[in-house]
């Protein structure tokens, strides 16, 4: 039997990377929003995870289930009342929390079934999309933010502070958090968060209930 | 075939009423490896039988799952021994309505107890049992097949690690159970059903049967299938012939449909079959809470249907993932486009195939099965 061999380190996505360092060995994970289950397939092979996927597009959960993961079709917003709580080590959103109806109740529901909940999500206040708004005066588009305003998915972007404001209104605490610069650079998010704010592309936060 | 004689225990029948000595009919393909881990049961459906991946002994046709089941198929019998057996209240060699009761020396007509999905799949632990297989690898089925998956994995999930449900519910709807009493009324209304006692006097209620076969096999299609297949073309004229022969190409593929299942297929059978079909209702036993029937389970789900079966509709495999969610279970579940109505499970359909080959193949690593038995 061939056995798989994990990609090598740095052909994943960056927030990929850190969600794998920052979930433990043999951890229950549920990542909500899999798309390819790129991120699922790397905790798999890195972490050995005991990995679930939601994905609403149909075409993308029948390649995960095809390729051996375990992954249902279903929504953010309406799928994960059914969970129970505390089902998971880890509840993940990655790169999704900007396209659900309801970012808040979502985030509630990563809180009750995962132990701890990790979010990523494009950061509206990065300084191309202040300066696109600023200098053009339209919707910004960026490497992040790829699509035209109507063509979006995203329906409820935010700022990482903004996000912070979410987590502090639904009394989570954030364990940790990093923005990632052009280039995939590590800035960590610390008390003062106005540098990271405008460099920062992307953010990833580990959340759990306080 | 594996007979349970005299000297073994009874099969107590969810009726209260119990089996002393019963037969169960099945084929094996490919080979059962030393650690005995590699053992696949299919389930097959309503008018399904254990010949699902060699010619067919009656009709002459391949198995009617070859395109799953076979060397390098998504069901690779070079890595798994698979298991079809003929369910119990079939005809094909498992004791059903047309078998002869010990007792009388006589078929048993009506006089054979009504039998449920937990009837079928207790027939099947005892068969399993008696091959020396502890757990099964997986257990596979679509449509009433899926309905003997869940019961196993529900009532047997210690030896189930792996449950494949295609196109299938929890329990059977009501607009179902109606379709298969207008299936038995055609048959009990057929004066040659001689109130089931037609082997003993030599007949065969044809017409009633096969009635009973067009108007289910309507609901295996889809409008857009028949649409397709069939529109309004003529059959071998070329206008209308103002008479009740068939003009249309689709009554005139039912009639050879309903006829051609009358050669193969046990009406009493029939309706003792569908009868266990109605019967099954997953939640009842678990207090109407589905998620109950599999609470603590470890085994791993792959829930299946299509987007055209109106008879086992998606929203149906949708409740059974929901309840395997509310349990936080390890459950895939796809939805597969397809027109072919809720026959697609029996068909070429690609996206199943890998479907069904991505997940066993996964489990199988996580097994530890090697790729050769």
Redesign the interface.
């Known amino acids: 039997?061939l056995k798989r061999t994990p990609p090598a380190a740095g052909s994943h996505r960056v927030d990929h990377e850190l969600i794998a360092e920052m979930v433990a060995d043999g951890a229950?994970v549920l990542d909500v929003g899999c798309g390819d289950g790129a991120l699922l397939q790397l905790l798999e092979d890195r972490r050995s995870v005991?990995g679930?996927g939601i994905e609403i597009s149909?075409e993308r959960?029948?390649a995960?289930?095809?390729?051996?993961?375990?992954?249902?079709?279903?929504d953010a917003d309406s799928?994960l009342d059914?969970?129970?709580d505390k089902?998971?080590d880890y509840a993940v959103l990655s790169l999704t929390i900007q396209a659900t109806r309801q970012p808040r109740a979502v985030l509630e529901n990563l809180l009750r079934i995962g132990r701890r909940a990790i979010v990523s999500f494009p950061n509206f206040g990065h300084w191309q999309v202040r300066w696109q708004l600023l200098t053009r005066g339209r919707m910004p588009v960026t490497e992040n933010l790829p699509d035209t305003w109507y063509q979006s998915p995203n329906a409820h972007l935010c700022t990482i502070a903004d996000f912070e404001g979410l987590v502090r209104a639904v009394g989570a605490e954030t364990v940790e958090a990093v923005a990632f610069g052009t280039g995939g650079s590590r800035l960590p998010i610390n008390r003062s968060l106005r540098l990271q704010n405008v460099l920062g592309e992307k953010a990833v936060f580990l959340l759990e209930r306080a | 075939m594996f007979r349970s004689g005299a000297d073994q225990e009874p099969l107590v029948l969810m009726s209260g009423t119990s089996l002393p000595t019963f037969d169960v009919a099945y084929q094996t393909y490919g080979t059962l490896n030393d650690a005995k881990s590699n053992a696949v049961l299919i389930c097959h459906a309503l008018t399904g039988d254990q010949h699902a991946a060699n010619r067919h002994p009656v009709t002459g046709k391949p198995g009617w799952w070859e395109t799953m089941v076979g060397p390098g198929k998504p069901i690779d019998t070079d890595r798994f021994f698979v298991i079809c057996p003929n369910i119990l209240g079939g005809c094909l060699g498992s004791t059903g309505p047309a078998s002869i009761n010990p007792d009388t020396g006589r078929a048993w007509g009506l006089d054979f107890p009504v039998i449920t999905i937990q009837d079928m799949v207790n027939a099947q632990v005892r068969l399993i049992d008696a091959l020396g297989i502890g757990d099964l690898f997986a257990v596979i089925g679509g449509s009433m097949g899926g309905m003997q998956v869940l019961d196993w994995a529900a009532r047997y999930p210690e030896r189930v690690f792996a449950a494949v449900p295609i196109a299938t519910a929890a329990w059977h709807s009501s607009q179902n159970i109606a379709f298969h009493e207008v299936g038995r009324q055609a048959v009990m209304a057929d004066p040659d059903w001689a109130d089931g006692r037609y082997l003993d006097q030599g007949r065969t209620p044809r017409r009633g049967l096969a009635v009973a076969r067009m108007a289910a096999h309507i609901t295996y299609l889809s409008e857009e299938a028949l649409q397709r297949k069939f529109g309004r073309n003529f059959q071998e004229r070329d206008a209308l012939s103002f008479s009740f022969s068939a003009d249309f190409q689709v009554e005139s593929y039912l009639r050879h449909q309903g006829s051609s299942f009358v050669d193969r297929f046990d009406a009493n059978s029939y309706l003792y079959v569908t009868r266990a079909m109605d019967y099954f209702d997953l939640a009842s036993g678990a207090s109407g809470q589905l998620s109950q029937a599999f609470s603590r389970t470890a085994t791993r789900f792959c829930v299946v249907s299509f987007t055209s079966d109106w008879l086992f509709p998606t929203h149906e495999s949708k409740a059974i993932v929901r309840a395997l969610n509310a349990v936080a279970a390890n459950v895939s579940f796809v939805e597969i486009e397809s027109d072919k109505g809720h026959d697609a499970f029996l068909l070429e359909e690609p996206e199943l195939f890998a479907t069904v080959r991505g997940f066993l193949d996964a489990g199988a690593r996580r097994r530890g099965i090697s790729e050769r038995a």
Do not use: K
């Open positions: 039997m229950r005991d679930r149909r959960v029948n995960c289930v095809a390729q051996g993961l375990s992954v249902i079709q279903g799928d059914d969970y129970p089902a998971f």
